[in-house]
């Protein structure tokens, strides 16, 4: 006996399940919010665009500082690109901003009267903070903390703290490039930081292996990392620290450098257009050391997973 199942009637068709707006581009978004902060910008830019020009006509130019155009134009673009998820938090302006500010243009006019570098650089960060802080609050100040620290290596330390730090270290790069040189046939030899190769002398200069070299190579890694944002701790704290052997073996090859290029062409060419592609060559092998650091602690934390499994 089989029963007969009649077809009822069709279902209606689901209505679509309803949906608030669509969240605007971002360019829309960046757009929109344009004229509110178009007054800030014009108000920063007629503080800060005297420094600017004093910076780039004057300590940018030279060898010791001229990471400074390089450090601030990154953190720019850092902060460019954590601008949405910033004006993405609810604003909660801080009353922490007025007292910021206060502190940040004290700095400024003290700096610029008495042309102290480190707080005419130092305000820059102090009064961006507190216009963050002003305008959107402090969930957005955290979303752009990056770009804020990242600007920190741009402040130039005082010159007693260079000195101190820097003679060591030009000793030791003197002392490398001596018995590296040795050792490879070349007639060298050294007296402190001057090195004599043949009929010539070289003296080891600040920009050649100062602390600012090694604070710019610790912030070319540390921008590397926020590219990259490695989840493993291990791969961001070693890489980080390896920052500070990567610096001296590149100032190492960068003194090595000038002298064979002295060596061989002549004083002329070692302190002419060649001295400044050797700041070139300390940068692009930096960076090569830390690509090939930052591959080796790969394979070291792929290796210790798998050995886990």
């Not at 601030?72 to 500010?101: E, M, T, V, Y």
Request: glycine share 8%; charged share 10%; proline share 7%.
């Amino acid at each position: 006996m089989t029963t007969q199942v009649r077809p009822g009637p069709a279902a209606p068709p689901l209505a679509p399940a309803a949906s608030g707006p669509a969240d605007p581009p971002l360019q829309a978004r960046l757009r929109a919010a344009l004229p509110e902060w178009w007054p800030v910008l014009a108000g920063l830019a007629a503080l800060f665009l005297p420094t600017m020009y004093s910076l780039f006509t004057g300590a940018w130019i030279g060898e010791e500082q001229a990471h400074g155009p390089m450090i601030f134009a990154l953190a720019l673009w850092l902060g460019w690109r954590k601008w949405p998820d910033a004006l993405a938090r609810p604003a909660a302006p801080s009353w922490l901003a007025w007292p910021l500010l206060m502190l940040g243009l004290a700095l400024y006019l003290l700096g610029r009267s008495q042309q102290i570098l480190m707080f005419e650089i130092g305000s820059i960060i102090v009064v961006l903070a507190a216009v963050m802080l002003a305008k959107l609050g402090a969930r957005a100040l955290r979303v752009l903390w990056f770009p804020f620290f990242f600007m920190l290596f741009m402040v130039p330390l005082p010159s007693e703290v260079v000195a101190a730090v820097t003679m060591p270290m030009k000793m030791a790069v003197s002392w490398a490039t001596e018995h590296l040189l040795f050792a490879a046939g070349y007639p060298i030899a050294r007296s402190g930081v001057i090195l004599q190769i043949g009929q010539y002398q070289l003296l080891v200069a600040d920009a050649c292996a100062g602390l600012q070299t090694l604070l710019t190579l610790e912030a070319l890694g540390l921008f590397y990392l926020n590219l990259m944002r490695h989840p493993s701790a291990f791969r961001n704290i070693g890489l980080a620290i390896l920052i500070i052997p990567i610096s001296f073996s590149a100032n190492v090859i960068r003194v090595i450098t000038l002298t064979l290029v002295t060596y061989y062409l002549g004083d002329a060419a070692g302190q002419g257009f060649l001295h400044g592609f050797a700041g070139m060559v300390l940068f692009l092998t930096a960076l090569v050391l830390i690509l090939a650091v930052d591959s080796g602690l790969q394979w070291y934390v792929a290796r210790r997973r798998g050995g886990a499994r």
